[in-house]
């Protein structure tokens, strides 16, 4: 494995950290700022909503600079974001961190999956990818007991510290790790990695939305997260009000669910090289399914634990793919790359928003698994005619 992948993993799960350890930390940041639970809850929002504008603003600004470069000076920022949270002395301060740091999330991961790809063989592009994103799967199984543990022993600014400290490691990970030309060539190297070419103007950037194939991947992943992630922030209730299971229990389930976005990410990364489309295909399906039966089973605690981790498994196995296949037709444009992380946060807050006004609407906590399967289900018919379009369109030999 080239060090290079081993340093943006370690970037990915640094990021992953301060996305997820802050719901850990909640109670702490506002008694520490006298605030409510709904004003510490904006440092989640806020962040969600920094990555969404960052991913594309940042991606378009530094179209002309080499990828290494701008890689490097995202993970400072991201330093420096977590350092201002950690030396905060009022709310407004942290949220401007969370902010900051937020900024450089969409664009790492964008930018970051075109390096990933140019340092390994053509064949295992999903695979390098999916190596990448482990850092955030990781995260995600780690980051709420994390925040949790370091905040409760000692304080809720240590947790910040060692995010900021890893950010560092990263840093220098990537400036020593990462070769300084990889994702810049436009053509297979000598060596017969993939180096995607490299539009270096922001119009440039923005005509690899001409492709439909790119927005029909886009669509596909916005409603394929979103139904998984609007399943999952309500699955604490469905957990507690359905299955039976005690707060208590909330935690560990969660480490099952993270788990199986860990298996899936390195399973869908393999898969992806082999048969990308089919494979997106599939696992979106499979989510489709996994969700259906949650809703039909969630009264079950041995069903609800084997379907937690098959919803992790399913619901990441598509990043990778998703990733490739993006960047494929728009021409290895980071822009797009970028914008794939962004239709997978926007896809979260419309899952959310539709879960939420399903129980408003009286219809019990089983409903978010409900309504993300369906959103899934339209994810599978997207793809399904990506892929057909794709096939038929593709020149015969």
């Known amino acids: 494995m080239p060090g290079g992948l081993v340093a943006l993993a370690l970037g990915g799960f640094g990021i992953g950290l301060t996305e997820f350890l802050i719901a850990g930390l909640?109670?702490?940041?506002?008694?520490?700022?006298?605030?409510?639970?709904?004003?510490?809850?904006?440092?989640?929002?806020?962040?969600?909503?920094?990555?969404?504008?960052?991913?594309?603003?940042?991606?378009a600004a530094t179209a002309r600079l080499p990828r290494k470069q701008v890689l490097v000076g995202l993970v400072a920022l991201f330093v420096v974001g977590n350092l201002v949270s950690a030396l905060a002395a009022s709310y407004p301060v942290m949220l401007l961190g969370r902010i900051v740091a937020a900024l450089c999330h969409g664009s790492f991961f964008g930018i970051g999956s075109l390096v990933a790809r140019g340092l390994v063989a053509p064949e295992r592009t999903s695979r390098a990818v999916a190596v990448m994103f482990a850092g955030l799967t990781l995260a995600n199984v780690l980051g709420v007991p994390f925040g949790a543990l370091v905040g409760e022993r000692w304080g809720w600014r240590a947790a910040f510290w060692a995010v900021t400290a890893i950010g560092v490691l990263a840093l220098a990970g990537i400036a020593a790790l990462v070769p300084g030309?990889?994702?810049?060539?436009?053509?297979?190297?000598?060596?017969?990695?993939?180096?995607?070419?490299?539009?270096?103007?922001?119009?440039?950037?923005?005509?690899?939305?001409?492709?439909?194939?790119?927005?029909?991947?886009?669509?596909?992943?916005?409603?394929?997260?979103?139904?998984?992630?609007?399943?999952?922030?309500?699955?604490?209730?469905?957990?507690?009000e359905v299955g039976g299971f005690s707060s208590g229990d909330v935690a560990w389930l969660l480490m099952v669910y993270g788990v199986g976005l860990v298996v899936g990410?390195?399973?869908?990364?393999?898969?992806?090289?082999?048969?990308?489309?089919?494979?997106?295909?599939?696992?979106?399906?499979?989510?489709?399914?996994?969700?259906?039966?949650?809703?039909l089973l969630?009264?079950?605690?041995?069903?609800?634990?084997?379907?937690?981790?098959?919803?992790g498994v399913f619901g990441?196995?598509?990043?990778?793919?998703?990733?490739?296949?993006?960047?494929?037709?728009?021409?290895?444009?980071?822009?797009?790359?970028?914008?794939?992380?962004?239709?997978?946060?926007?896809?979260?807050?419309?899952?959310a928003w539709l879960g939420?006004?399903?129980?408003?609407?009286?219809?019990?906590?089983?409903?978010?698994?409900?309504?993300?399967?369906?959103?899934?289900?339209?994810?599978?018919?997207v793809m399904a005619v990506a892929a057909h379009h794709a096939r038929s369109s593709a020149p015969q030999t």
Do not use: C
């Not at 297979?188 to 995607?196: I, K, N, Q, S, V």
């Not at 270096?200 to 596909?220: I, P």
């Not at 989510?287 to 809703?295: E, I, M, N, S």
């Open 316 to 351: 990441f196995a598509s990043v990778p793919g998703m990733i490739t296949r993006v960047t494929d037709h728009a021409h290895g444009a980071a822009l797009a790359a970028s914008a794939n992380v962004s239709a997978s946060n926007l896809g979260n807050a419309l899952g």
């Open 181 to 240: 030309g990889a994702g810049e060539a436009k053509s297979t190297t000598a060596e017969g990695r993939w180096d995607p070419p490299a539009p270096t103007s922001v119009r440039a950037q923005f005509r690899a939305f001409r492709s439909w194939q790119v927005w029909l991947t886009l669509t596909a992943t916005a409603l394929g997260y979103g139904g998984m992630f609007g399943a999952f922030t309500y699955i604490a209730y469905t957990f507690t």
């Open 356 to 381: 939420g006004l399903a129980i408003t609407a009286g219809l019990g906590y089983t409903a978010p698994l409900y309504v993300g399967a369906g959103l899934v289900l339209t994810a599978v018919v």
């Open 265 to 295: 990410n390195m399973v869908g990364g393999r898969a992806a090289d082999l048969d990308r489309d089919r494979a997106l295909v599939l696992s979106l399906l499979g989510l489709t399914v996994t969700l259906a039966l949650f809703g």
């Open 26 to 59: 909640l109670p702490q940041v506002a008694s520490s700022f006298a605030v409510s639970e709904a004003a510490a809850g904006r440092l989640i929002s806020g962040y969600a909503l920094s990555v969404a504008v960052g991913a594309i603003a940042l991606t």
């Open 298 to 311: 969630a009264g079950d605690a041995t069903a609800s634990v084997v379907l937690t981790f098959l919803m």
